[in-house]
Protein backbone atom coordinates (compact mmCIF):
# COMPACT_ATOMS: atom_id res chain seq x y z
CA UNK A 1 0.00 0.00 0.00
CA UNK A 2 1.61 3.43 0.08
CA UNK A 3 2.33 5.17 3.26
CA UNK A 4 0.00 6.52 5.93
CA UNK A 5 -1.50 9.43 5.64
CA UNK A 6 0.29 10.98 9.03
CA UNK A 7 3.94 10.01 7.54
CA UNK A 8 3.39 11.31 4.31
CA UNK A 9 2.65 14.61 5.62
CA UNK A 10 5.52 14.90 8.07
CA UNK A 11 7.73 13.86 5.03
CA UNK A 12 6.55 16.58 2.82
CA UNK A 13 6.63 19.26 5.73
CA UNK A 14 10.85 18.10 6.35
CA UNK A 15 10.65 18.67 2.43
CA UNK A 16 9.55 22.10 2.59
CA UNK A 17 11.73 22.95 5.41
CA UNK A 18 14.61 22.26 3.75
CA UNK A 19 13.80 24.11 0.58
CA UNK A 20 12.44 27.35 2.39
CA UNK A 21 15.47 29.45 2.84
CA UNK A 22 13.70 32.04 5.90
CA UNK A 23 14.24 35.76 4.55
CA UNK A 24 15.93 38.25 6.82
CA UNK A 25 14.64 41.47 7.39
CA UNK A 26 17.18 44.84 7.03
CA UNK A 27 17.21 45.01 10.78
CA UNK A 28 18.55 41.69 10.89
CA UNK A 29 21.19 42.28 8.02
CA UNK A 30 22.79 45.41 9.84
CA UNK A 31 23.02 43.12 12.74
CA UNK A 32 24.67 40.82 11.26
CA UNK A 33 26.89 42.85 9.40
CA UNK A 34 27.24 45.16 13.03
CA UNK A 35 26.54 48.40 10.78
CA UNK A 36 23.48 50.54 11.42
CA UNK A 37 19.94 49.72 9.89
CA UNK A 38 20.86 53.28 8.28
CA UNK A 39 23.77 52.29 6.70
CA UNK A 40 21.63 49.17 4.65
CA UNK A 41 19.40 51.88 3.58
CA UNK A 42 22.36 53.95 2.25
CA UNK A 43 23.80 50.93 0.23
CA UNK A 44 20.85 50.51 -1.00
CA UNK A 45 20.50 53.70 -2.11
CA UNK A 46 23.46 53.73 -3.99
CA UNK A 47 23.61 50.49 -5.44
CA UNK A 48 26.28 49.25 -3.42
CA UNK A 49 24.06 47.15 -0.86
CA UNK A 50 23.20 42.98 -0.49
CA UNK A 51 20.41 42.48 -2.84
CA UNK A 52 16.72 42.62 -1.86
CA UNK A 53 13.63 40.95 -2.12
CA UNK A 54 11.28 44.08 -2.21
CA UNK A 55 7.86 42.09 -0.23
CA UNK A 56 4.91 44.80 -0.66
CA UNK A 57 6.84 47.89 1.51
CA UNK A 58 9.01 45.58 3.10
CA UNK A 59 12.68 44.85 2.09
CA UNK A 60 13.81 41.42 2.82
CA UNK A 61 17.26 39.49 2.11
CA UNK A 62 18.20 36.14 1.39
CA UNK A 63 21.12 35.29 4.00
CA UNK A 64 23.35 33.11 1.03
CA UNK A 65 22.94 36.00 -1.08
CA UNK A 66 24.04 38.91 1.94
CA UNK A 67 26.72 36.26 2.11
CA UNK A 68 27.53 36.28 -1.41
CA UNK A 69 27.62 40.09 -1.67
CA UNK A 70 29.99 40.00 1.77
CA UNK A 71 32.35 37.89 0.03
CA UNK A 72 32.67 40.39 -2.98
CA UNK A 73 33.52 43.22 -0.83
CA UNK A 74 36.53 41.73 1.24
CA UNK A 75 39.67 43.51 1.26
CA UNK A 76 43.17 42.22 0.17
CA UNK A 77 45.76 41.71 2.94
CA UNK A 78 47.84 44.40 3.59
CA UNK A 79 51.39 43.96 1.96
CA UNK A 80 49.79 42.42 -1.48
CA UNK A 81 50.67 43.93 -4.75
CA UNK A 82 48.41 43.53 -7.50
Known amino acids: MGRPR ?3 RLLQ ?3 SKE ?3 PL ?3 E ?3 TMLGVPRATIY ?3 YRN ?3 PAHRIGKYLRFKRADVEAWLATKRDP ?3 TTS
Do not use: K, L
Open 6 to 8: RER
Open 13 to 15: EAR
Open 19 to 21: TVE
Open 24 to 26: MTS
Open 28 to 30: GVA
Open 42 to 44: AWR
Open 48 to 50: DGP
Open 77 to 79: PSG
